[in-house]
Antibody, heavy 122, light 108 residues
Framework: EVQVVESGGGLVQPGGSLRLSCAAS????????MTWVRQAPGRGLEWVSI???????YYADSVKGRFTVSRDNSKNTLYLQMNSLRAEDTAVYYC????????????????WGKGTTVSVSS | DIQLTQSPSSLSASVGARVTITCRAS??????LNWYQQKPGKTPKLLIY???TLQSGVPSRFSGSGSGTEFTLTISSLQPEDFATYYC??????????FGGGTKVEIK
């Protein structure tokens, strides 16, 4: 079964750090476009970061310079290192796979995890 | 960056009603527009990709149309399990993966 499972969320003080993990099964993380999407309480979906199969990484302006996406091919796992956390980073963080087709990458997001909750508060 | 604006932001409708949600892009995105459904406390689920192609398993009462800057998601006969929030997302220029603000469909 193709799935991703996030972990690593929790309560952290402003300015603190967290590392989220996303363990994939049924497919290879390094061969896919993997993305992080977050959802603040009562709000919509916000794209956070993406890592391409070739290794290129991109970030939303709101997290650029503070968050880093990476992967461990041996563990088939995606990570999101979050530093200098702010109250506005409080959200459920979803790990997801970007599906590629017809030369468009990613065309859509076809596999989503259940999410892990990050709360930034003193 | 391309912006996506959904309207309405929420709506109330009765079971059996026809519902239409609009997504407008700030510039032309051809037909690179996808729709997701998210039920409360649940993960988003892909409904439609490439404007009008239903993801496997999605009921045929869902349909999508449009091109360029204006797109619609239509539910031909609203069912109890369709009450959810719907998001559009563009894949014409990525990154970023732009999502619309969402449309919450509630029971009337």
């Amino acid at each position: 079964e193709v799935q991703v499972v996030e972990s690593g969320g929790g309560l952290v003080q402003p300015g603190g750090s967290l590392r989220l993990s996303c363990a994939a099964s049924g497919f290879t993380v390094s061969a896919n476009y993997m993305t992080w999407v977050r959802q603040a309480p009562g709000r919509g979906l916000e794209w956070v970061s993406i890592i391409y199969s070739g290794g290129s990484t991109y970030y939303a302006d709101s997290v650029k310079g503070r968050f880093t996406v990476s992967r461990d091919n041996s563990k088939n796992t995606l990570y999101l290192q979050m530093n200098s956390l702010r109250a506005e980073d409080t959200a459920v963080y979803y790990c997801a796979r970007g599906f590629c087709t017809n030369g468009v990458c990613p065309y859509y997001v076809d596999v989503w995890g259940k999410g892990t909750t990050v709360s930034v508060s003193s | 960056d391309i912006q996506l604006t959904q309207s309405p932001s929420s709506l109330s409708a009765s079971v059996g009603a026809r519902v239409t949600i609009t997504c407008r892009a700030s510039e032309s995105i051809s037909r690179y527009l996808n729709w997701y459904q998210q039920k409360p406390g649940k993960t988003p689920k892909l409904l439609i990709y490439a404007t009008s192609t239903l993801q496997s398993g999605v009921p045929s009462r869902f349909s999508g149309s449009g091109s360029g800057t204006e797109f619609t998601l239509t539910i031909s006969s609203l069912q109890p399990e369709d009450f959810a929030t719907y998001y559009c997302q563009q894949s014409y220029i990525s990154p970023p993966l732009t999502f619309g603000g969402g449309t919450k469909v509630e029971i009337k």
